[in-house]
């Protein structure tokens, strides 16, 4: 703990620094008017930017930094040059010191302290320090006389233009790096409801796998006991009762696995409905994002009349995914693919059509292409099968989850138009177990 503060602190006192010499720098950026010493610098649109992004520092102790570096820097160069007398020298940097003393204080009480900080009150706030401080620095050069009208004028002109500029400057710069955040946060949530989807869809199968692991163990039991009734030789009954071993222990990581998995993935975020809108932003993002790394040419384009909110969505991304990702497949090689997404609600269905203009399926196929097992994505290299949920079980969780139907149109070398029908009212319903 200890070393965690005098970490914080030095941090602290390293900005001070950098602060202080940064505007003792701007400062010598300036054109002189109203009165001998009196100068508009670039020091002054500077420090609200400082006060703005280092809200955690005391605006008086960074103040006085910046008035012992800023004014004693300008009175040393000024010296240097011959061109002013000491006691006028000495005069320019007390104004100088004067105004960044009164514009901390000034930021001290009517801002800093309060604690309530919001950008309009800052503004309000920077305006008023620049404008006193000003006075304040100008008062001390004509000595507390001469004062007129036009000149306060022109100071509040300065003050409000100087102002003006620099909270614009760190108000866009914040909020652009809000905008950045807020994107990346998006990002990582529309990462997370994509991986969960995915996962979502393959437990969905591996329970109801287990039923076929089941029946494997049963069978391969029944065998045993036929075996031994026909006294066939010992060898073969071990071999039947440890395959019914062996798919007893498999059946029981199955079910862990699958538990573990759901359990993980069966939290707020998965369990909140979603709207459809937010479903298809999910899926034609990373849609978007294989596209350009595939170097595809590729227009994506949807359509969406749907306004509701689905509490099972992970289905629906998964489901949506494989469709247009079967479409980015159906496109490689072609120089002007096209894919469009369009959702519909008629009343008590909800209809969604994914079409594409690529190389299409043959007549004879397409009544295979639901069939499990059945698949024509595989490495030509390796001959690996790659993985995904693939349409059998796309159809399979339009019709057990949403109580729907898939239609395939296909012309080859036209497109291929995949439809979707899911009931509406299953579709506002949660998961069927």
Same mark, same amino acid.
């Given at each position: 703990?200890?070393?965690?503060?005098?970490? *914080?602190?030095?941090?602290?006192? %390293?900005?001070?620094?950098?602060?202080?010499?940064?505007?003792?720098?701007?400062? %010598?950026?300036?054109? @002189?008017?109203?009165?001998?010493?009196?100068?508009?610098?670039?020091?002054?649109?500077?420090?609200?930017?400082?006060?703005?992004?280092?809200?955690?520092?005391?605006?008086?102790?960074?103040?006085?930094?910046?008035?012992?570096?800023?004014?004693?820097?300008?009175?040393?160069?000024?010296?240097?040059?011959?061109?002013?007398?000491?006691?006028?020298?000495?005069?320019?940097?007390?104004?100088?010191?004067?105004?960044?003393?009164?514009?901390?204080?000034?930021?001290?009480?009517?801002?800093?302290?309060? +604690?309530?900080?919001?950008?309009?009150?800052?503004?309000?706030?920077?305006?008023?320090?620049?404008?006193?401080?000003?006075?304040?620095?100008?008062?001390?050069?004509?000595?507390?006389?001469?004062?007129?009208?036009?000149?306060?004028?022109?100071?509040?002109?300065?003050?409000? *233009? !100087?102002?003006?500029?620099?909270?614009?400057?760190?108000?866009?710069?914040?909020?652009?790096? =809000?905008? *950045? !955040?807020?994107?990346?946060?998006?990002?990582?949530?529309?990462?997370?409801?994509?991986?969960?989807?995915?996962?979502?869809?393959?437990?969905?199968?591996?329970?109801?796998?287990?039923?076929?692991?089941?029946?494997?163990?049963?069978?391969?039991?029944?065998?045993?006991?036929?075996?031994?009734?026909?006294?066939?030789?010992?060898?073969?009954?071990?071999?039947? =009762?440890?395959?019914?071993?062996?798919?007893?222990?498999?059946?029981?990581?199955?079910?862990?696995?699958?538990?573990?998995?759901?359990?993980?993935?069966?939290?707020?975020?998965?369990?909140?409905?979603?709207?459809?809108?937010?479903? =298809? !932003?999910?899926?034609?993002?990373?849609?978007?994002?294989?596209?350009?790394?595939?170097?595809?040419?590729?227009?994506?384009?949807?359509?969406?009349?749907?306004?509701?909110? *689905?509490?099972?969505?992970?289905?629906?991304?998964?489901?949506?995914?494989?469709?247009?990702?079967?479409?980015?497949?159906?496109?490689? +090689?072609?120089?002007? +693919?096209?894919?469009?997404?369009?959702?519909?609600? %008629?009343?008590?269905?909800?209809?969604?059509?994914?079409?594409?203009?690529?190389?299409?399926?043959?007549?004879?196929?397409?009544?295979?292409?639901?069939?499990?097992?059945?698949?024509?994505?595989?490495?030509?290299?390796?001959?690996?099968?790659? !993985? +995904?949920?693939?349409?059998?079980?796309?159809?399979?969780?339009?019709?057990?989850?949403?109580?729907?139907?898939?239609?395939?149109? @296909?012309?080859?070398?036209?497109?291929?138009?995949?439809?979707?029908?899911?009931?509406?009212?299953?579709?506002?319903?949660?998961?069927?177990?």
């Amino acid at each position: 703990m200890f070393k965690h503060n005098r970490f *914080i602190i030095y941090g602290r006192y %390293q900005r001070i620094f950098v602060a202080a010499i940064c505007i003792a720098l701007a400062s %010598q950026i300036n054109i @002189s008017i109203f009165t001998p010493g009196f100068i508009v610098a670039l020091s002054p649109l500077i420090m609200p930017i400082f006060l703005y992004f280092n809200a955690d520092l005391n605006p008086i102790q960074l103040m006085l930094a910046i008035s012992l570096a800023s004014p004693i820097f300008r009175g040393l160069l000024l010296f240097i040059s011959h061109e002013n007398s000491i006691s006028k020298i000495i005069t320019y940097v007390l104004a100088d010191i004067a105004f960044y003393v009164c514009y901390g204080f000034l930021y001290y009480i009517l801002y800093w302290r309060r +604690g309530m900080w919001n950008n309009s009150s800052f503004l309000f706030t920077i305006i008023i320090c620049d404008y006193i401080a000003n006075i304040l620095e100008v008062s001390i050069l004509i000595n507390f006389s001469h004062y007129t009208y036009q000149l306060f004028q022109a100071l509040f002109l300065t003050a409000l *233009i !100087r102002s003006l500029c620099s909270c614009t400057f760190a108000f866009l710069y914040h909020y652009l790096t =809000l905008m *950045i !955040r807020q994107e990346n946060h998006e990002q990582r949530y529309y990462h997370f409801i994509w991986i969960a989807s995915s996962v979502k869809s393959e437990v969905y199968f591996m329970k109801k796998n287990i039923n076929e692991i089941e029946n494997i163990m049963k069978n391969a039991y029944l065998l045993n006991q036929n075996l031994q009734k026909s006294k066939d030789n010992l060898r073969n009954r071990q071999m039947s =009762l440890a395959i019914a071993h062996d798919v007893h222990e498999l059946k029981k990581d199955y079910q862990n696995l699958a538990q573990s998995l759901g359990n993980y993935f069966n939290d707020e975020d998965t369990q909140t409905p979603m709207k459809f809108t937010d479903i =298809l !932003r999910v899926v034609t993002t990373y849609v978007r994002i294989t596209i350009k790394q595939n170097h595809q040419n590729i227009a994506l384009k949807v359509q969406n009349n749907v306004e509701l909110r *689905i509490p099972n969505h992970y289905y629906i991304v998964s489901i949506l995914s494989n469709l247009v990702f079967n479409s980015v497949d159906a496109l490689k +090689g072609k120089t002007n +693919g096209k894919i469009q997404i369009t959702a519909e609600d %008629q009343n008590e269905d909800i209809i969604i059509n994914v079409s594409d203009n690529g190389a299409g399926i043959d007549k004879e196929v397409i009544p295979l292409i639901f069939e499990p097992g059945f698949t024509t994505k595989y490495n030509i290299n390796t001959g690996n099968v790659y !993985r +995904g949920i693939g349409l059998s079980h796309v159809k399979t969780i339009i019709q057990e989850q949403f109580n729907g139907h898939i239609v395939v149109e @296909s012309k080859i070398n036209k497109g291929t138009n995949m439809k979707v029908i899911l009931n509406k009212q299953r579709l506002l319903q949660g998961e069927i177990k």
